[in-house]
Protein backbone atom coordinates (compact mmCIF):
# COMPACT_ATOMS: atom_id res chain seq x y z
CA UNK A 1 0.00 0.00 0.00
CA UNK A 2 3.20 2.37 0.08
CA UNK A 3 3.56 2.77 -3.41
CA UNK A 4 2.54 6.10 -5.25
CA UNK A 5 1.07 6.35 -9.14
CA UNK A 6 2.55 8.75 -10.91
CA UNK A 7 -0.67 11.29 -10.45
CA UNK A 8 -0.53 10.86 -7.06
CA UNK A 9 3.16 11.48 -6.58
CA UNK A 10 2.98 14.60 -8.70
CA UNK A 11 0.34 15.94 -5.96
CA UNK A 12 2.08 15.54 -2.93
CA UNK A 13 -0.22 12.25 -1.60
CA UNK A 14 1.21 10.37 0.36
CA UNK A 15 -1.27 6.98 0.02
CA UNK A 16 -2.47 6.64 -3.49
CA UNK A 17 -5.92 5.32 -3.54
CA UNK A 18 -5.11 4.03 -7.38
CA UNK A 19 -2.83 1.83 -6.43
CA UNK A 20 -4.87 0.79 -3.36
CA UNK A 21 -8.06 0.02 -5.76
CA UNK A 22 -5.87 -2.25 -8.16
CA UNK A 23 -4.32 -4.41 -4.66
CA UNK A 24 -7.63 -4.42 -3.53
CA UNK A 25 -9.41 -5.77 -6.76
CA UNK A 26 -6.56 -8.37 -7.01
CA UNK A 27 -6.91 -9.74 -3.19
CA UNK A 28 -10.96 -9.96 -3.76
CA UNK A 29 -11.17 -11.36 -6.91
CA UNK A 30 -11.70 -14.57 -5.93
CA UNK A 31 -14.38 -13.66 -4.04
CA UNK A 32 -16.45 -12.47 -6.56
CA UNK A 33 -18.80 -14.68 -7.82
CA UNK A 34 -22.56 -14.79 -9.19
CA UNK A 35 -23.49 -16.89 -6.14
CA UNK A 36 -22.78 -15.01 -3.18
CA UNK A 37 -23.94 -16.28 0.52
CA UNK A 38 -22.89 -14.68 3.59
CA UNK A 39 -23.56 -11.32 6.42
CA UNK A 40 -24.92 -8.42 4.74
CA UNK A 41 -24.77 -4.93 6.29
CA UNK A 42 -28.35 -3.73 6.73
CA UNK A 43 -28.22 -0.99 3.97
CA UNK A 44 -29.36 -0.76 0.16
CA UNK A 45 -28.10 1.73 -2.39
CA UNK A 46 -30.08 3.87 -4.39
CA UNK A 47 -28.94 5.80 -7.68
CA UNK A 48 -30.33 9.32 -8.70
CA UNK A 49 -29.15 8.79 -12.27
CA UNK A 50 -32.35 8.29 -14.48
CA UNK A 51 -34.38 9.21 -12.12
CA UNK A 52 -37.55 8.27 -11.35
CA UNK A 53 -36.11 5.11 -12.88
CA UNK A 54 -33.01 4.48 -10.60
CA UNK A 55 -30.64 1.44 -10.13
CA UNK A 56 -30.90 -0.12 -6.76
CA UNK A 57 -29.52 -2.95 -4.92
CA UNK A 58 -28.95 -3.97 -1.55
CA UNK A 59 -24.98 -4.55 -0.59
CA UNK A 60 -23.52 -7.25 0.05
CA UNK A 61 -19.81 -8.28 1.91
CA UNK A 62 -18.07 -10.13 -1.14
CA UNK A 63 -15.44 -10.98 1.95
CA UNK A 64 -15.53 -13.25 5.28
CA UNK A 65 -15.70 -10.80 8.61
CA UNK A 66 -12.86 -13.23 10.06
CA UNK A 67 -10.77 -13.26 6.93
CA UNK A 68 -7.26 -12.21 7.31
CA UNK A 69 -6.93 -8.58 5.05
CA UNK A 70 -3.09 -7.99 6.83
CA UNK A 71 -2.03 -6.02 9.45
CA UNK A 72 -2.13 -2.03 7.51
CA UNK A 73 -6.03 -2.56 6.29
CA UNK A 74 -7.09 -3.09 10.11
CA UNK A 75 -10.33 -4.49 8.84
CA UNK A 76 -10.14 -7.90 9.34
CA UNK A 77 -11.95 -7.47 12.69
CA UNK A 78 -14.56 -5.71 11.34
CA UNK A 79 -18.14 -7.07 10.88
CA UNK A 80 -20.29 -6.08 7.84
CA UNK A 81 -22.35 -3.28 10.59
CA UNK A 82 -19.28 -1.81 11.90
CA UNK A 83 -18.32 -0.66 8.20
CA UNK A 84 -21.87 0.69 7.71
CA UNK A 85 -21.89 2.52 10.92
CA UNK A 86 -20.25 5.99 10.69
CA UNK A 87 -20.00 5.66 14.85
CA UNK A 88 -18.13 2.37 14.87
CA UNK A 89 -16.16 3.58 11.66
CA UNK A 90 -15.39 7.05 13.27
CA UNK A 91 -11.16 6.61 14.12
CA UNK A 92 -10.06 3.94 11.46
CA UNK A 93 -7.68 5.11 8.68
CA UNK A 94 -8.53 6.44 5.55
CA UNK A 95 -7.13 3.62 3.79
CA UNK A 96 -8.94 1.25 6.51
CA UNK A 97 -12.34 2.65 5.48
CA UNK A 98 -11.63 2.38 1.80
CA UNK A 99 -10.42 -1.08 1.87
CA UNK A 100 -13.38 -2.31 4.34
CA UNK A 101 -15.92 -0.32 2.03
CA UNK A 102 -14.14 -1.81 -0.98
CA UNK A 103 -14.98 -5.52 0.44
CA UNK A 104 -19.07 -4.64 -0.40
CA UNK A 105 -20.48 -5.85 -3.53
CA UNK A 106 -23.57 -3.78 -5.05
CA UNK A 107 -26.24 -5.46 -6.63
CA UNK A 108 -28.39 -3.55 -9.42
CA UNK A 109 -31.62 -3.65 -10.93
CA UNK A 110 -32.89 -0.82 -12.39
CA UNK A 111 -36.64 -0.25 -11.66
CA UNK A 112 -39.30 3.12 -10.86
CA UNK A 113 -38.72 4.36 -7.58
CA UNK A 114 -42.60 3.20 -7.24
CA UNK A 115 -41.92 -0.10 -8.61
CA UNK A 116 -42.62 -2.98 -6.04
CA UNK A 117 -41.10 -6.86 -5.82
CA UNK A 118 -41.47 -9.96 -3.58
CA UNK A 119 -36.61 -8.97 -3.58
CA UNK A 120 -37.59 -5.33 -2.71
CA UNK A 121 -39.50 -6.16 0.41
CA UNK A 122 -36.83 -8.56 1.40
CA UNK A 123 -34.42 -6.12 0.88
CA UNK A 124 -36.13 -3.55 2.85
CA UNK A 125 -36.61 -6.05 5.65
CA UNK A 126 -32.79 -6.21 5.83
CA UNK A 127 -32.64 -2.33 5.93
CA UNK A 128 -34.84 -2.31 8.90
CA UNK A 129 -32.82 -4.66 11.06
CA UNK A 130 -30.13 -3.26 13.05
CA UNK A 131 -28.19 -6.34 12.68
CA UNK A 132 -26.07 -7.90 9.29
CA UNK A 133 -28.63 -10.64 7.86
CA UNK A 134 -27.63 -13.62 6.03
CA UNK A 135 -28.51 -13.91 2.80
CA UNK A 136 -28.28 -15.52 -0.74
CA UNK A 137 -27.70 -13.67 -3.56
CA UNK A 138 -27.83 -14.58 -7.12
CA UNK A 139 -26.01 -12.13 -10.13
CA UNK A 140 -26.80 -12.18 -13.93
CA UNK A 141 -23.12 -12.43 -14.32
CA UNK A 142 -19.66 -11.93 -12.33
CA UNK A 143 -19.43 -8.48 -10.51
CA UNK A 144 -16.82 -5.90 -11.83
CA UNK A 145 -14.39 -4.48 -9.29
CA UNK A 146 -15.01 -0.45 -9.81
CA UNK A 147 -13.87 1.52 -6.88
CA UNK A 148 -16.02 4.49 -6.66
CA UNK A 149 -15.94 7.41 -4.39
CA UNK A 150 -18.63 10.24 -3.50
CA UNK A 151 -18.64 13.54 -1.22
CA UNK A 152 -21.84 12.35 0.03
CA UNK A 153 -21.89 8.46 -0.13
CA UNK A 154 -19.74 6.04 1.63
CA UNK A 155 -17.21 4.34 -0.92
CA UNK A 156 -18.48 1.97 -2.97
CA UNK A 157 -16.57 -1.54 -4.64
CA UNK A 158 -17.49 -4.30 -7.01
CA UNK A 159 -20.72 -4.09 -8.33
CA UNK A 160 -23.20 -6.45 -10.99
CA UNK A 161 -27.16 -6.60 -11.95
CA UNK A 162 -29.22 -8.72 -8.87
CA UNK A 163 -31.48 -11.32 -9.80
CA UNK A 164 -31.88 -12.80 -6.78
CA UNK A 165 -32.02 -12.18 -3.15
CA UNK A 166 -32.59 -13.94 -0.52
CA UNK A 167 -32.85 -13.16 3.68
CA UNK A 168 -31.46 -17.04 5.11
CA UNK A 169 -31.91 -15.37 8.69
CA UNK A 170 -33.85 -13.25 10.70
CA UNK A 171 -34.06 -9.44 10.58
CA UNK A 172 -33.58 -7.81 13.79
CA UNK A 173 -36.61 -4.98 13.12
CA UNK A 174 -37.01 -2.28 16.62
CA UNK A 175 -40.58 -2.40 17.61
CA UNK A 176 -41.22 0.92 16.91
CA UNK A 177 -40.23 1.02 13.71
CA UNK A 178 -41.94 -2.12 12.35
CA UNK A 179 -45.04 -0.25 14.20
CA UNK A 180 -44.51 2.87 12.37
CA UNK A 181 -43.75 1.25 8.95
CA UNK A 182 -47.47 -0.99 9.26
CA UNK A 183 -48.81 2.25 10.33
CA UNK A 184 -48.59 4.14 7.32
CA UNK A 185 -46.91 7.10 9.01
CA UNK A 186 -45.97 10.23 6.77
CA UNK A 187 -42.41 9.73 6.17
CA UNK A 188 -41.33 13.14 8.07
CA UNK A 189 -43.46 12.12 11.34
CA UNK A 190 -42.00 9.09 11.54
CA UNK A 191 -38.31 10.41 11.29
CA UNK A 192 -39.31 12.89 14.23
CA UNK A 193 -40.48 10.44 16.36
CA UNK A 194 -37.68 7.73 15.99
CA UNK A 195 -34.87 10.77 16.11
CA UNK A 196 -36.44 11.90 19.46
CA UNK A 197 -36.26 7.92 20.51
CA UNK A 198 -32.93 7.48 20.09
CA UNK A 199 -32.61 6.07 16.53
CA UNK A 200 -29.52 7.52 15.04
CA UNK A 201 -29.77 9.50 11.87
CA UNK A 202 -27.73 7.05 9.88
CA UNK A 203 -29.98 4.48 9.94
CA UNK A 204 -32.65 7.06 9.88
CA UNK A 205 -31.31 7.81 6.03
CA UNK A 206 -31.22 4.24 5.47
CA UNK A 207 -35.09 3.26 5.89
CA UNK A 208 -36.28 6.76 4.01
CA UNK A 209 -33.42 5.33 1.07
CA UNK A 210 -35.35 2.24 0.77
CA UNK A 211 -39.27 3.48 1.19
CA UNK A 212 -40.03 1.96 4.37
CA UNK A 213 -41.72 4.92 6.07
CA UNK A 214 -44.77 6.62 4.76
CA UNK A 215 -48.21 6.34 3.66
CA UNK A 216 -48.18 2.87 1.82
CA UNK A 217 -49.23 4.36 -1.36
CA UNK A 218 -46.58 7.52 -1.30
CA UNK A 219 -43.57 5.25 -0.57
CA UNK A 220 -40.83 5.05 -2.91
CA UNK A 221 -36.84 4.43 -3.04
CA UNK A 222 -35.19 7.53 -2.30
CA UNK A 223 -31.53 8.23 -3.92
CA UNK A 224 -29.44 7.51 -1.44
CA UNK A 225 -27.26 11.14 -1.79
CA UNK A 226 -30.21 12.74 -1.51
CA UNK A 227 -32.11 10.81 1.68
CA UNK A 228 -28.37 11.31 3.46
CA UNK A 229 -28.84 15.16 2.97
CA UNK A 230 -32.55 15.07 3.45
CA UNK A 231 -32.43 13.36 6.73
CA UNK A 232 -29.45 15.49 8.26
CA UNK A 233 -31.53 18.82 7.16
CA UNK A 234 -34.80 17.26 9.07
CA UNK A 235 -33.29 16.22 11.91
CA UNK A 236 -31.25 19.05 12.47
CA UNK A 237 -34.61 21.36 12.00
CA UNK A 238 -35.97 19.43 14.58
CA UNK A 239 -33.58 20.36 16.96
CA UNK A 240 -33.39 23.70 16.25
CA UNK A 241 -37.49 23.52 16.68
CA UNK A 242 -36.15 22.82 20.35
CA UNK A 243 -33.41 24.77 20.82
CA UNK A 244 -34.34 27.96 19.69
CA UNK A 245 -36.86 28.06 22.87
CA UNK A 246 -33.89 26.97 25.44
CA UNK A 247 -31.64 29.35 27.49
CA UNK A 248 -29.10 31.33 25.98
CA UNK A 249 -25.39 30.31 26.25
CA UNK A 250 -24.42 31.82 29.26
CA UNK A 251 -20.35 32.06 27.78
CA UNK A 252 -18.02 31.43 24.66
CA UNK A 253 -16.77 28.54 24.23
CA UNK A 254 -14.89 26.76 21.38
CA UNK A 255 -14.76 22.99 20.83
CA UNK A 256 -12.40 21.48 18.48
CA UNK A 257 -11.41 17.97 16.51
CA UNK A 258 -9.48 16.80 13.52
CA UNK A 259 -9.99 13.47 12.14
CA UNK A 260 -9.01 12.21 8.66
CA UNK A 261 -7.30 15.65 7.88
CA UNK A 262 -10.45 17.56 8.13
CA UNK A 263 -9.83 20.07 10.72
CA UNK A 264 -13.11 21.68 12.96
CA UNK A 265 -13.27 24.62 15.07
CA UNK A 266 -17.06 25.66 16.33
CA UNK A 267 -17.34 28.88 17.98
CA UNK A 268 -20.19 29.57 20.20
CA UNK A 269 -21.40 32.80 21.31
CA UNK A 270 -24.12 34.08 23.35
CA UNK A 271 -27.05 34.78 22.09
CA UNK A 272 -30.37 33.59 20.01
CA UNK A 273 -29.86 30.62 17.69
CA UNK A 274 -27.58 31.66 14.60
CA UNK A 275 -25.65 29.60 12.16
CA UNK A 276 -22.61 30.46 10.13
CA UNK A 277 -20.00 27.50 8.89
CA UNK A 278 -16.83 28.27 6.30
CA UNK A 279 -15.48 25.15 4.46
CA UNK A 280 -11.68 25.78 3.21
CA UNK A 281 -9.76 23.39 1.33
CA UNK A 282 -6.32 24.03 1.76
CA UNK A 283 -3.23 23.58 -0.48
CA UNK A 284 0.14 22.52 0.18
CA UNK A 285 1.42 25.70 0.26
CA UNK A 286 -1.03 27.22 3.16
CA UNK A 287 -0.22 24.16 5.01
CA UNK A 288 3.53 24.99 4.86
CA UNK A 289 3.13 29.03 6.11
CA UNK A 290 0.85 27.41 9.08
CA UNK A 291 3.97 24.77 10.22
CA UNK A 292 6.17 28.13 9.96
CA UNK A 293 3.59 29.86 11.85
CA UNK A 294 4.17 27.42 14.80
CA UNK A 295 7.70 26.60 14.27
CA UNK A 296 7.81 30.81 14.87
CA UNK A 297 5.73 31.39 17.77
CA UNK A 298 7.40 28.25 19.40
CA UNK A 299 10.36 30.91 18.63
CA UNK A 300 8.24 34.02 20.41
CA UNK A 301 8.34 35.98 17.05
CA UNK A 302 5.76 38.26 16.86
CA UNK A 303 2.28 37.31 15.00
CA UNK A 304 2.35 39.73 12.80
CA UNK A 305 5.51 38.03 10.89
CA UNK A 306 3.37 34.89 10.37
CA UNK A 307 1.15 35.51 7.42
CA UNK A 308 3.27 38.10 5.27
CA UNK A 309 3.35 35.72 2.54
CA UNK A 310 -0.61 35.14 2.52
CA UNK A 311 -1.50 37.99 0.20
CA UNK A 312 0.35 35.52 -2.83
CA UNK A 313 -1.54 32.81 -1.77
CA UNK A 314 -4.98 33.84 -0.71
CA UNK A 315 -5.93 33.62 -4.58
CA UNK A 316 -4.86 30.18 -4.39
CA UNK A 317 -7.23 28.94 -1.49
CA UNK A 318 -11.19 27.35 -2.06
CA UNK A 319 -13.16 29.21 1.13
CA UNK A 320 -16.88 28.99 1.04
CA UNK A 321 -19.42 30.86 3.68
CA UNK A 322 -23.29 29.64 4.19
CA UNK A 323 -25.25 31.13 6.77
CA UNK A 324 -28.99 30.61 8.23
CA UNK A 325 -30.70 33.34 10.70
CA UNK A 326 -32.59 32.41 13.95
CA UNK A 327 -35.92 32.04 11.55
CA UNK A 328 -33.76 29.47 9.05
CA UNK A 329 -33.58 29.49 5.69
CA UNK A 330 -35.30 27.85 2.67
CA UNK A 331 -32.76 27.48 -0.04
CA UNK A 332 -30.38 25.03 -0.85
CA UNK A 333 -26.58 25.62 0.65
CA UNK A 334 -25.64 25.06 -2.73
CA UNK A 335 -21.73 25.96 -2.01
CA UNK A 336 -21.17 23.10 1.11
CA UNK A 337 -23.77 20.50 -0.07
CA UNK A 338 -24.45 17.92 1.84
CA UNK A 339 -21.34 18.91 4.09
CA UNK A 340 -23.47 21.81 5.38
CA UNK A 341 -26.63 19.81 6.98
CA UNK A 342 -24.03 17.20 8.27
CA UNK A 343 -22.41 19.94 10.08
CA UNK A 344 -25.23 21.90 11.39
CA UNK A 345 -26.85 18.95 12.75
CA UNK A 346 -24.32 17.98 14.49
CA UNK A 347 -24.11 21.38 16.18
CA UNK A 348 -27.91 21.56 16.85
CA UNK A 349 -27.60 17.80 18.35
CA UNK A 350 -24.88 19.27 20.76
CA UNK A 351 -27.01 22.28 21.67
CA UNK A 352 -30.37 20.36 22.25
CA UNK A 353 -28.53 17.58 24.25
CA UNK A 354 -27.00 21.22 26.34
CA UNK A 355 -30.36 22.68 26.81
CA UNK A 356 -29.15 26.04 25.39
CA UNK A 357 -29.11 28.23 22.20
CA UNK A 358 -26.17 30.08 20.94
CA UNK A 359 -24.63 31.85 17.83
CA UNK A 360 -22.91 29.18 16.32
CA UNK A 361 -19.83 29.65 13.84
CA UNK A 362 -17.79 26.42 12.51
CA UNK A 363 -14.81 26.59 10.75
CA UNK A 364 -13.94 23.43 8.61
CA UNK A 365 -10.14 23.52 7.16
CA UNK A 366 -9.59 20.43 5.07
CA UNK A 367 -5.97 19.35 4.61
CA UNK A 368 -4.09 18.09 1.71
CA UNK A 369 -3.89 14.43 3.69
CA UNK A 370 -7.73 14.01 2.87
CA UNK A 371 -7.34 12.72 -0.52
CA UNK A 372 -10.67 10.91 -1.79
CA UNK A 373 -13.63 11.99 -0.03
CA UNK A 374 -15.68 8.97 2.08
CA UNK A 375 -18.83 10.28 2.69
CA UNK A 376 -20.22 13.42 4.73
CA UNK A 377 -20.61 10.97 7.68
CA UNK A 378 -17.07 11.78 8.37
CA UNK A 379 -18.32 15.45 8.85
CA UNK A 380 -21.09 15.04 11.43
CA UNK A 381 -19.06 12.51 13.14
CA UNK A 382 -16.02 15.19 13.57
CA UNK A 383 -18.53 17.92 14.91
CA UNK A 384 -20.02 15.24 17.14
CA UNK A 385 -16.96 13.88 18.81
CA UNK A 386 -15.67 17.88 19.02
CA UNK A 387 -18.80 18.21 21.25
CA UNK A 388 -17.51 15.07 23.52
CA UNK A 389 -14.48 16.95 23.88
CA UNK A 390 -13.87 19.82 26.57
CA UNK A 391 -14.25 22.82 25.34
CA UNK A 392 -12.30 26.35 25.21
CA UNK A 393 -13.96 28.64 27.57
CA UNK A 394 -13.57 32.48 27.38
CA UNK A 395 -14.36 35.65 29.27
CA UNK A 396 -14.50 37.78 25.51
CA UNK A 397 -15.14 37.57 21.87
CA UNK A 398 -11.50 38.44 21.43
CA UNK A 399 -9.93 36.08 23.41
CA UNK A 400 -11.83 33.49 21.67
CA UNK A 401 -10.53 34.81 18.37
CA UNK A 402 -6.85 34.86 19.58
CA UNK A 403 -7.06 31.54 20.66
CA UNK A 404 -8.88 30.40 16.63
CA UNK A 405 -6.24 32.73 15.04
CA UNK A 406 -3.55 30.52 16.85
CA UNK A 407 -5.40 27.25 15.71
CA UNK A 408 -6.57 27.83 12.36
CA UNK A 409 -4.33 27.56 9.32
CA UNK A 410 -5.89 30.76 7.03
CA UNK A 411 -5.48 33.89 9.10
CA UNK A 412 -8.82 34.56 10.73
CA UNK A 413 -9.15 38.12 8.85
CA UNK A 414 -9.62 35.80 6.21
CA UNK A 415 -12.94 34.33 7.78
CA UNK A 416 -14.27 37.86 9.37
CA UNK A 417 -14.06 39.41 5.63
CA UNK A 418 -16.99 36.45 4.72
CA UNK A 419 -18.59 36.29 8.19
CA UNK A 420 -21.95 37.65 8.79
CA UNK A 421 -22.21 36.76 12.17
CA UNK A 422 -18.66 37.84 13.29
CA UNK A 423 -19.57 41.55 12.03
CA UNK A 424 -22.52 41.30 14.43
CA UNK A 425 -21.57 43.12 17.92
CA UNK A 426 -24.29 42.28 21.15
CA UNK A 427 -24.54 45.48 23.52
CA UNK A 428 -23.80 42.51 25.93
CA UNK A 429 -20.44 42.79 24.44
CA UNK A 430 -19.29 46.32 24.99
Known amino acids: MGSLCDNCRRSGRV ?137 ITHPVGASAPIEKFKMADNPEIPKKVDELHDDGVLATEALRELLLSGFDVHYLSKLLTAGILGKKENRKLVPTKWSITATDDMAGKRFMESLRDYRELEEIRVYSNQYLDNHFEILLLPGNWEYEQFETALTKEIEELYRKRQDRAALKFSSSLHWEAWGA ?60 PVGVWEVRENVRHAFLNTPEKFATREEALLHLSEKLSVPLREYKKLSRVLLQRRLTEF
Not at 29 to 57: E, I
Not at 321 to 332: I, K, N, V
Not at 339 to 354: K, N
Request: charged share 20%; glycine share 8%.
Open 15 to 151: WCPHNAALEIRTRIAGSLKQDMFGPTPPNLFVGHNFYPKVYWGPLVSAVSPNAEQGEESGAAARTPNDIEDPAKMYGMTLQSIIESRANMVRGMKRDSVKATSRMLEEAQQTVMSIKPVDVETHFSKKPVFSLEFDA
Open 313 to 372: NASQVNMSEEYEPFAGRSDYAERQGGGYYAARFAVAEGLYLMNRQARAIVFREIGTGYSV
